[in-house]
Antibody
Framework: EVQLVESGGGLVQPGRSLRLSCAGS????????MHWVRQVPGRGLEWVSH????????AYADSVKGRFSISRDNAKKSLYLQMNNVRIDDTALYYC?????????????WGQGTFVTVSA | SSELTQDPAVSVALGQTVRITCQGD??????VSWYQQKPGQSPLLVIF???NRPSGIPDRFSGSISVTTASLTITGAQAEDEADYYC???????????FGGGTRLTVL
């Protein structure tokens, strides 16, 4: 059974840093690209970042470029999102998601999310 | 603002057919995927590669595309199909993914 379990969310002050983690199981983690997607409660989905299976290709949404950094450790079957210089509008539920085998842009399994609150 | 445009809300009578659309110039060049999200749940992929259904998704869900407009069609909508639906694809530069604003489907 595929599982993605996010952790690391919580309350953080504006300008500070936070690191999110996502542990994958039930699939061959290093075969798949991975994504972070966020959602403000009651609002729509916002794609945040993508990393290819071997970390050779990485992309970010303009809203987080230069502040967030995605990485992965295939040996630990884990995905990370380093969030630096966080802003109030980074407050959201952060999902990690796995790419489909035939389409890196299709997210075929999502975790339950970890909530990040940015507040003074 | 999203480069993929969806109608905010659509309704359908139980058992009838409904089409949810997603418009964007990038759809000429990149595949679209569709996701279903019910309250309190994570999104679920229902269509990928414009018109492919993942294993386990009922065949009443289908996808199509015409130039810059993608459509998710539910043929014979069920009460359990009531949810928010999102499309996603690349942006116009091809460098980033983007989601549409979402369509809330009500089954009457």
């Amino acid at each position: 059974e595929v599982q993605l379990v996010e952790s690391g969310g919580g309350l953080v002050q504006p300008g500070r840093s936070l690191r999110l983690s996502c542990a994958g199981s039930g699939f061959t983690f290093d075969d798949y690209a991975m994504h972070w997607v966020r959602q403000v409660p009651g609002r729509g989905l916002e794609w945040v970042s993508h990393i290819s299976w071997n970390s050779g290709s990485i992309a970010y949404a303009d809203s987080v470029k230069g502040r967030f950094s995605i990485s992965r450790d295939n040996a630990k079957k884990s995905l990370y999102l380093q969030m630096n210089n966080v802003r109030i509008d980074d407050t959201a539920l952060y999902y990690c998601a796995k790419s489909a085998v035939t389409d890196d842009d299709a997210l075929d399994f999502w975790g339950q999310g970890t909530f990040v609150t940015v507040s003074a | 603002s999203s480069e993929l445009t969806q109608d905010p809300a659509v309704s359908v009578a139980l058992g009838q057919t409904v089409r949810i659309t997603c418009q964007g110039d990038s759809l000429k060049n990149y595949y679209v995927s569709w996701y279903q999200q019910k309250p309190g749940q994570s999104p679920l992929l229902v269509i990928f590669g414009n018109n492919n259904r993942p294993s386990g998704i009922p065949d009443r869900f289908s996808g199509s595309i015409s130039v810059t407009t993608a459509s998710l069609t539910i043929t014979g909508a069920q009460a359990e199909d009531e949810a928010d639906y999102y499309c996603n694809s690349r942006d116009n530069t091809g460098d980033q993914l983007v989601f549409g604003g979402g369509t809330r489907l009500t089954v009457l």
